[in-house]
């Protein structure tokens, strides 16, 4: 198995509750290594084709507006199974249930909003690691 890249995106929530140096820690205690780093505000269209596989969902519109609310640490992680491994780190999307050990689990919970604040984006295959990496650092 060869060397992977993943997107990993610490969402306006995470950034918020001083959570990036956190975030980016577990991820490089697990072993993984940065290879692309940046903060940015992101714009309405950059989010629209991120999430292009949502449009139409009744949760997409509070999802864009939850990603324009605030800065969000954009990161390429590489290393061999990122993807998954990046993914199983951050744990299942629903914060609440999530599994403790996870990101989601320990740093997350529902607040009573229309979208899930869950702190972490992780691609979810090889194929959408390359088009979203291709988005945020063109
Ligand atoms: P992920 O891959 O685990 O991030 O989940 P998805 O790709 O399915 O969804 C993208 C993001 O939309 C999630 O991380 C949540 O922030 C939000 N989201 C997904 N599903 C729901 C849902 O059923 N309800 C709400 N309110 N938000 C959701
Ligand atoms: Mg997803």
């Given at each position: 198995?060869?060397?992977?890249?993943?997107?990993?995106?610490?969402?306006?929530?995470?950034?918020?509750?001083?959570?990036?140096?956190?975030?980016?820690?577990?991820?490089?205690?697990?072993?993984?290594?940065?290879?692309?780093?940046?903060?940015?505000?992101?714009?309405?269209?950059?989010?629209?084709?991120?999430?292009?596989?949502?449009?139409?969902?009744?949760?997409?519109?509070?999802?864009?507006?939850?990603?324009?609310?605030g800065?969000?640490?954009?990161?390429?992680?590489?290393?061999?199974?990122?993807?998954?491994?990046?993914?199983s780190?951050?744990?299942?999307?629903?914060?609440?249930?999530?599994?403790?050990?996870?990101?989601?689990?320990?740093?997350?919970?529902?607040?009573?909003?229309?979208?899930?604040?869950?702190?972490?984006?992780?691609?979810?295959?090889?194929?959408?690691?390359?088009?979203?990496?291709?988005?945020?650092?063109?």
């Amino acid at each position: 198995m060869s060397t992977e890249r993943t997107l990993v995106l610490v969402k306006p929530d995470g950034v918020a509750r001083g959570l990036t140096g956190t975030v980016l820690a577990r991820i490089e205690a697990k072993g993984y290594t940065i290879a692309e780093l940046k903060q940015v505000h992101a714009t309405r269209e950059l989010l629209e084709e991120h999430y292009a596989e949502h449009v139409g969902k009744p949760f997409f519109e509070p999802l864009v507006e939850f990603m324009l609310s605030g800065p969000v640490v954009a990161a390429v992680f590489e290393g061999q199974r990122v993807i998954e491994g990046f993914r199983s780190l951050a744990g299942t999307t629903e914060p609440t249930t999530a599994a403790p050990g996870t990101i989601r689990g320990d740093f997350g919970r529902d607040w009573g909003l229309k979208v899930q604040q869950n702190l972490v984006h992780g691609s979810d295959s090889a194929e959408s690691a390359e088009r979203e990496i291709g988005i945020w650092f063109a």
